[in-house]
């Protein structure tokens, strides 16, 4: 497929073709940025924490569940790392989310709920 990124001005780009995925890989190849998994799943690690942060400050650490916010950026930020680890271990993850899907559903369908029960 031909790469349709179009790069703007401001040295970020929007993409018109490609999937999150791949618009990460390239991010990575081109900046020179790969790392082993290990270090990927540190920075997911990290960037979960950030959104749990923002949970518990913006909820008075839970005393108000119905406030909690995150920050749009800390979720692109987890995002980024958990299609980073993707890209490092060679899992396409839209294949790797059907599968949990399909987990769900059938775990929602034999117990009624979406839970492992462990």
């Not at 991010?27 to 924490?49: K, Q």
């Amino acid at each position: 497929m031909e790469n349709l990124n179009h790069w703007l001005d401001g040295g970020g780009y929007v993409a018109t073709g490609m999937d999150d995925q791949t618009r990460v890989a390239t991010f990575l190849a081109e900046n020179d940025l790969h790392a082993p998994p290990t270090y990927r799943v540190l920075d997911l690690a990290s960037e979960v924490g950030e959104l749990a942060k923002n949970v518990n400050e913006t909820t008075g650490y839970g005393a108000t569940p119905d406030a909690a916010s995150v920050d749009r950026d800390e979720l692109g930020d987890a995002l980024f790392c958990v299609l980073a680890l993707a890209e490092e271990l060679d899992y396409d993850a839209g294949a790797a989310l059907d599968e949990a899907l399909e987990k769900y559903e059938q775990r929602l369908e034999e117990s009624g709920t979406a839970g492992s029960g462990e």
